[in-house]
C-alpha cells in the first residue's frame, strides 16, 4: 500500500515542529505547559481547521488530530495546553496551505 501524499507532508510538517523548528517555532510544540487548557472557542478553532485539512486531502479527522496531538504529548485535542494554542492552529494553517 503507497503511503498518500498528504499523510507524508503532515509527518514532515510535525517531524520540523517537533525538531527543528518551521518559521520560528522551534521549541513551542513543547514549551512549557501553563496548566490552562484550551477554551471551548480554542477548540473549535482547532477543530475547524482539523475538518478543513481533512476535507481538503485524502486524510480522516481522526488522522490528522492524532499527529496534532501527538505534538503536544495530548490524546485529544481538550487537553492541549493553551499556550500551546497558536502552535497548534500555525501548524494546521502551514498544512493545509501548503497543499497545493
Request: proline fraction near 3%.
Amino acid at each position: 500500500m503507497q503511503q498518500s501524499p498528504h499523510y507524508a507532508r503532515l509527518l514532515e510538517l510535525a517531524d520540523k515542529y517537533l525538531n527543528k523548528g518551521d518559521r520560528g517555532v522551534e521549541g513551542r510544540a513543547a514549551a512549557q505547559p501553563s496548566g490552562r487548557k484550551l477554551n471551548e472557542v480554542e477548540i473549535t478553532s482547532i477543530c475547524a481547521l482539523v475538518a478543513y485539512a481533512a476535507a481538503n486531502t485524502d486524510l480522516p479527522e481522526s488522522m490528522v488530530t492524532d499527529r496534532l496531538c501527538a505534538l503536544f504529548n495530548a490524546t485529544k485535542i481538550e487537553e492541549v495546553d493553551a499556550r500551546q494554542y497558536d502552535t497548534a492552529i500555525a501548524f494546521l494553517v502551514d498544512f493545509t496551505g501548503r497543499l497545493n
